[in-house]
């Protein structure tokens, strides 16, 4: 609702005292010379600055420019005569018009002014983003200040210290206007107020239709207005060279000083216009509104400043929020996988907490869910650097335990403030079990197939970054079917309840979401996630939280098959057939020629380095997946063989044949894989 800053609304005005008249200048905010950012106020047009020779002028002559004292009453002097005819308050109460020649008291006294830019400030000022600013500053303004308004910024908005590059060109960002009777129905504005219903000038619907896209031309007049800085009347001979550029050819302005003209000054450049016009109807823009209009563009210009920086911070955090996450989860062989991830806020949308799945050699993966301390860019940054080695730390396939070590280590390095908490998981589908070490992380919960919550028990380590700490691992069971959640302390640690009346909570919910699927099907993973938030009051986000869920699926042991073979030079035969005799047995013998094929490729280049049996195994899933391993480090390196080489082509006919191939090192060796499709 637009507000109507009008005081004196319902009361009769006080009668015109002879004396002598005083200045119309002289009390509006402050005086001349000072701004309210501290700077110097640029005096309006028409305007002089007193000689030195004047101010030295006796004490009993008054000075203009000195804020008047206010009466007792609390009612300000006035600045011109007082209007005949009955008060606003007077006429909305009855439904009667003002008679003829008469004009409204809004914005007649010095004292008005000043409770309307003040209450107009406040107003811009509670915007946050782009929009509230230039919304703020269309409401605040219409109609208690102007009848209608266009608002022009730069297009794009330069941020902070960068230099626009390109010609200068305004958009219209936003404009606010009275709906005239013309239009239809009651007039209201565009907040949906009810203005007084003699207020209609056609007019002023023309102007509202400008052109959008306005490119200022160097030199012109448009340019030389905005450089100016100060606004101007729309009849001054500034204004009326530079608005038919702004507003496009062919739109005019009411007559008389019914509009002005104000530029829109950032912190270091002009950055937008903002027009203000008054219907014919309307008393006049006076000497004094341009201060007002000043002060409205100042608070202005420096509040979109503030937004644009505001929304370029925004930015970043989310842009570092979605790098510091996994963009999606991978599908690992034998586990479904589904995550959340909440911010303490939405005005902080980055913290310390995150989660992760690293497909691992044999099928297996690994589950990661950790929490820096904090909630800011930093926290953030040391959770991208854990995340990063905790990952190449995967890749070397150390044990859970020897993977929190080499992060506490990384976490002093960072520095001696860097603590996190961690928790490491690695699932093997084939054995179905799982193999999870602590580093002072809440315990996770297995939710089992017949509906009953678990909480793991393990040894809960101390967090990484304290140094000098053994980790432990422990070995557990993971039946087919059970879901495995691992979260943050967010979740279930706020100010209305401790980390394990939270954690037994967190239990019993997993626990009654399972009954309502039955013994035989667990919940959707999804659904549980989404489930599992729900515990969540108005009042316990005071945390951020990530969220992972682990169902387990794994492998049968039908699907699998596994032979250690010696590193000799008959091994590649049987190796085939091996493999043969198994894809007759799972029905895929139109695979056989190109299993037979890659695998005594593979198993070839094994047993010519390896000096210790080599492990051959075949996985039957939505693929057909074939493992080499040998005690050799080194991978293998796919290149180019040449016309006299006599080899180097086995892995060229891995690559072009296979679905997918790939080389793991181990702390024993490495494995060499590859997958087919079964159809």
């Not at 950012?37 to 007193?50: C, I, R, W």
């Not at 003209?261 to 004094?288: C, N, T, Y």
């Not at 190449?392 to 996190?420: F, I, K, N, Y």
Request: charged share 25%.
């Amino acid at each position: 609702m637009t507000e109507h800053l009008t005081p004196h609304e319902g009361r009769k005005a006080p009668a015109a005292r002879p004396t002598a008249p005083a200045d119309p200048r002289g009390a509006l905010l402050r005086s001349p010379g000072t701004s309210e950012e501290g700077g110097t106020a640029v005096p309006p047009s028409g305007e002089h600055t007193q000689s030195p020779a004047h101010s030295a002028s006796s004490a009993a002559e008054p000075d203009p420019h000195r804020p008047r004292p206010v009466p007792e009453s609390g009612v300000p002097s006035q600045s011109g005569p007082v209007p005949v005819g009955p008060p606003d308050g007077e006429e909305r109460r009855s439904g009667q018009p003002r008679p003829p020649g008469t004009g409204p008291v809004a914005m007649r006294r010095d004292g008005d002014r000043l409770r309307f830019v003040g209450a107009a400030t406040r107003r811009i000022a509670r915007g946050i983003d782009l929009d509230e600013i230039v919304m703020g500053l269309c409401r605040a303004t219409v109609p208690t200040f102007s009848d209608a308004i266009l608002v022009y910024l730069r297009d794009p908005l330069p941020v902070g210290d960068e230099r626009p590059t390109g010609p200068l060109v305004l958009r219209l960002r936003r404009s606010d206007r009275l709906r005239s009777i013309e239009e239809g129905g009651e007039d209201t504005d565009t907040d949906g107020g009810t203005p007084p219903a003699h207020q209609s000038a056609p007019d002023i619907t023309d102007v509202m239709g400008s052109a959008e896209l306005c490119e200022v031309r160097p030199g012109g007049a448009l340019a030389e207005v905005l450089r100016g800085v100060r606004p101007v009347f729309a009849d001054s001979a500034a204004a009326r060279a530079a608005l038919p550029e702004l507003l496009g050819e062919g739109r005019t302005l009411p007559g008389g000083q019914r509009g002005i003209l104000a530029p829109l000054r950032g912190r270091r450049r002009v950055i937008g216009a903002a027009v203000f016009l008054r219907r014919p109807d309307r008393p006049a823009f006076e000497a004094d509104d341009l201060l007002v209009a000043a002060q409205l563009a100042t608070h202005s210009a420096l509040g979109i400043d503030k937004a644009v920086l505001y929304g370029r911070e925004a930015y970043i955090a989310d842009e570092l929020q979605r790098t510091m996450l996994p963009e999606t989860l991978p599908r690992p062989t034998g586990v479904r996988l589904a995550s959340r991830y909440l911010p303490a806020a939405e005005t902080a949308r980055v913290g310390g907490d995150w989660y992760d799945a690293i497909p691992l050699p044999g099928s297996r993966v690994a589950l990661v869910v950790g929490d820096v301390m904090g909630h800011s860019m930093t926290s953030a940054a040391i959770m991208g650097q854990l995340r990063t080695t905790a990952q190449t730390l995967a890749g070397l396939d150390l044990p859970p335990q020897e993977v929190l070590h080499h992060l506490d280590e990384q976490a002093q390095r960072l520095g001696s403030d860097r603590m996190a908490t961690c928790l490491y998981a690695v699932y093997d589908p084939v054995s179905h079990r799982i193999t999870i070490a602590n580093a002072g992380h809440p315990p996770p919960v297995l939710l089992h197939l017949g509906g009953r919550a678990e909480v793991l028990r393990m040894p809960p380590g101390a967090p990484i970054g304290v140094g000098g700490v053994d980790f432990e691992a422990v070995e557990l069971d993971a039946p087919a079917g059970a879901t495995l959640l691992l979260y943050t302390d967010g979740l279930v640690e706020s100010r209305l309840r401790d980390v394990w009346t939270g954690i037994e909570q967190l239990r019993e919910r997993l626990a009654a979401t399972a009954q309502l699927t039955g013994p035989d099907h667990p919940p959707p993973l999804e659904a549980l996630c989404d489930e599992v938030l729900d515990m969540l009051g108005p009042g316990d986000r005071d945390d951020d939280i990530a969220l992972l869920a682990a169902r387990f699926d794994g492998i049968a042991p039908s699907d699998v098959a596994y032979w250690f073979l010696e590193p000799e030079d008959a091994t590649p035969s049987r190796a085939r057939r091996l493999a043969r005799s198994a894809l007759v047995r799972w029905g895929l013998e139109e695979l056989t020629d190109s299993v037979e094929l890659l695998v005594s490729e593979v198993v070839t280049n094994a047993v010519r380095y390896a000096s210790r049996p080599i492990t051959l195994r075949l996985l039957r899933t939505d693929v057909l997946r074939c493992e080499v391993g040998d005690d050799v480090p080194q991978l293998p390196r796919l290149r180019q063989a040449r016309a006299t080489d006599e080899g180097g082509r086995g892995l060229y006919l891995v690559n072009k044949m296979a679905r997918r191939w790939g080389a793991t090192r181990l702390s024993t060796g490495k494995v060499v894989w590859f997958e087919l499709n079964r159809n």
